[in-house]
């Protein structure tokens, strides 16, 4: 199921980011804005079940950190397959999108 390319990535950040774009690649389905976008309830859930017990999170105090450093890492790691959108209104949330 993990990649091959994980292998050489020498950070848990860029491993969760490399798992957070096959996520998408794979498991999302459009929203009504007709993207595939995870958000942050999707994010704390694929971190809970979906990524292997190695690279999960110890605690989820700092959730908003990490889904900005793993968003940020799949961008600059994926930058021809996905980018992030900032929502505007309400409580700022960062969703990372497929490019479509």
Same mark, same amino acid.
């Given at each position: 199921?993990? %990649?091959? @390319? #994980?292998?050489?990535s +020498?950070?848990? =950040?860029?491993?969760?980011?490399?798992?957070?774009?096959?996520?998408?690649?794979?498991?999302?389905?459009?929203?009504?804005f007709?993207?595939?976008? #995870?958000? =942050?309830? %999707?994010? $704390?859930?694929?971190?809970?079940?979906?990524? +292997?017990?190695?690279?999960? *999170?110890?605690?989820?105090?700092? #959730?908003? /950190?990490?889904?900005?450093?793993?968003?940020? =890492?799949? =961008?600059? *790691?994926?930058?021809?397959?996905?980018? *992030? #959108?900032? @929502? %505007?209104?309400g409580?700022?949330?960062? $969703?990372?999108?497929? /490019?479509?």
């Amino acid at each position: 199921m993990i %990649d091959k @390319s #994980i292998e050489k990535s +020498p950070s848990v =950040t860029e491993i969760r980011a490399i798992l957070v774009v096959q996520y998408l690649e794979v498991s999302v389905k459009r929203n009504e804005f007709d993207e595939i976008a #995870i958000s =942050t309830r %999707d994010f $704390r859930n694929f971190m809970i079940n979906g990524v +292997p017990e190695e690279f999960r *999170l110890e605690n989820f105090r700092n #959730i908003r /950190k990490v889904k900005r450093d793993v968003f940020k =890492t799949a =961008t600059k *790691l994926f930058k021809d397959k996905v980018f *992030l #959108i900032q @929502s %505007d209104e309400g409580n700022k949330e960062l $969703r990372l999108v497929l /490019k479509s």
